[in-house]
């Protein structure tokens, strides 16, 4: 008796393995890596971290102050003088460069002014698409630094530039945004942004490595030091003049520092 064989669930059988090879990974599969070269807490610091605070006011992912109000993404902050040495920015996952601008100027927004970004906040930067409608956003890199091109894939770690001064910024360091299906997200969290401040909850985007090298510190001190000069505050800290001296000469000196986070009431 001849065998009737159903050819269409036959063939779709046969595909199985190659449909599950091209579905797109699941936004919770995509584990990040630090996406800039640095020490955190030695030669690098988190300035702000993606605003968790609903609403008015801001809080970071673990409720402290190192965050503004509508705040999108992680900002690793570096000295001045280690951004004109070069600190590269790498990819923090697999995927296609949907976009990059290069060609602004590295200076501060309290020199240029807000008009002069006017709509290229970001600065020079680079955006990814990854897997499952995940994309990460990279800003205020150095002038002439960017070395990849719209539509080239790349893989974790692979440099994309360096660390600069442009767009909307009044000191050197990498903005890392992360968005999933358009929605801006903590790479802490896996969280929203603005739908709450603990960082217990959620599922990180991390790998395990990149997260035990970025402990959080909520104070310290960013910059410090004694002048016999005034200072100008809008250049001091991005490479203006800054005569500092531990003894000074004379009866009249400055002090002058900045420090990173804050402690209620102070």
């Given at each position: 008796?001849?065998?009737?064989?159903?050819?269409?669930?036959?063939i779709?059988c046969a595909?199985v393995?190659?449909?599950?090879?091209?579905?797109?990974?699941?936004?919770?599969?995509?584990?990040?890596?630090?996406?800039i070269?640095?020490?955190q807490?030695v030669?690098?610091?988190?300035?702000?971290y993606?605003d968790?605070?609903?609403?008015?006011?801001?809080?970071?992912?673990?409720c402290?102050?190192?965050s503004?109000?509508?705040?999108?993404?992680v900002?690793?902050?570096?000295?001045f003088t280690?951004?004109?040495?070069?600190?590269?920015?790498?990819?923090?996952?697999p995927g296609?460069?949907?976009?990059?601008?290069?060609?602004?100027?590295?200076?501060?927004?309290?020199?240029?002014?807000?008009?002069?970004?006017?709509?290229?906040e970001?600065g020079?930067?680079?955006?990814?698409s990854?897997?499952d409608g995940v994309?990460?956003?990279?800003c205020?890199?150095r002038?002439?630094?960017?070395?990849?091109?719209?539509?080239?894939?790349?893989?974790?770690?692979?440099?994309?530039?360096?660390?600069?001064?442009?767009?909307?910024?009044?000191?050197?360091?990498?903005?890392?945004?992360?968005?999933?299906?358009?929605?801006t997200?903590?790479?802490?969290?896996g969280?929203?942004?603005?739908?709450?401040?603990?960082?217990?909850?959620?599922?990180?985007?991390?790998?395990?490595?990149?997260?035990?090298?970025?402990?959080?510190?909520?104070t310290?001190?960013?910059?410090a030091?004694?002048?016999?000069e005034?200072?100008?505050?809008?250049?001091v800290?991005?490479?203006g003049?800054?005569?500092?001296?531990?003894?000074?000469?004379?009866?009249?000196?400055?002090?002058l520092?900045?420090?990173?986070?804050?402690?209620e009431?102070?």
């Amino acid at each position: 008796m001849p065998v009737k064989v159903n050819y269409r669930f036959a063939i779709l059988c046969a595909l199985v393995p190659y449909l599950v090879l091209a579905m797109p990974l699941a936004a919770d599969a995509l584990l990040l890596e630090k996406p800039i070269v640095c020490e955190q807490g030695v030669d690098c610091f988190i300035q702000n971290y993606v605003d968790a605070e609903p609403g008015p006011g801001y809080a970071d992912d673990y409720c402290g102050s190192l965050s503004y109000d509508k705040h999108k993404g992680v900002d690793f902050r570096v000295p001045f003088t280690m951004m004109q040495e070069g600190v590269e920015v790498e990819a923090a996952a697999p995927g296609i460069v949907r976009g990059v601008r290069d060609g602004m100027e590295d200076v501060s927004i309290r020199q240029g002014g807000v008009e002069s970004i006017k709509n290229r906040e970001c600065g020079n930067g680079v955006v990814i698409s990854h897997a499952d409608g995940v994309e990460t956003q990279y800003c205020h890199m150095r002038k002439g630094s960017i070395r990849v091109k719209a539509g080239e894939k790349v893989a974790t770690g692979q440099p994309l530039g360096l660390v600069g001064l442009s767009g909307d910024t009044e000191f050197p360091h990498l903005h890392f945004e992360v968005r999933v299906h358009g929605k801006t997200v903590s790479p802490f969290t896996g969280k929203d942004m603005e739908s709450g401040c603990s960082a217990q909850e959620g599922k990180t985007l991390w790998s395990e490595k990149a997260l035990k090298s970025m402990p959080y510190t909520p104070t310290g001190a960013l910059d410090a030091g004694f002048s016999i000069e005034q200072p100008d505050i809008n250049t001091v800290f991005v490479g203006g003049k800054k005569k500092v001296v531990f003894f000074s000469p004379v009866a009249a000196s400055a002090f002058l520092g900045r420090l990173l986070g804050r402690a209620e009431g102070r």
